[in-house]
């Protein structure tokens, strides 16, 4: 199957949290994805990379919290997560990297 480039710029990075690997249970995956990215590319771009079947994709955008670091106050960068849903007996391992 060819890849298109553009599908791993969609794609930043698996989101390994202990929700993330609960969710993962219900055949569910969480990314983290470009803040300019829409559901269709994001639903195109895991079905391409990973050879899966996608049946829902559900979007957030986590706000930067205001943060201080050794006396500065600083904001953590805005972050888009997609929470991609599988068809029954497809999966995928987010440990084994692309």
Do not use: C, W
């Not at 995956?29 to 559901?39: D, E, I, L, Q, S």
């Not at 994001?42 to 201080?68: H, P, Q, S």
């Amino acid at each position: 199957m060819i890849q298109d480039p553009r599908h791993y710029d969609v794609i930043v990075a698996p989101v390994i949290t202990e929700k993330a690997t609960m969710q993962s249970e219900a055949n569910k995956v969480v990314f983290k994805v470009r803040m300019n990215a829409t559901k269709v590319e994001i639903k195109a771009a895991v079905e391409r990379l990973f050879d899966v079947k996608v049946t829902g994709v559900n979007t957030l955008v986590r706000e930067g919290k205001r943060k201080v670091f050794r006396g500065f106050r600083g904001q953590q960068s805005d972050t888009k997560r997609a929470v991609v849903t599988l068809e029954k007996g497809h999966s995928i391992d987010v440990t084994t990297g692309l």
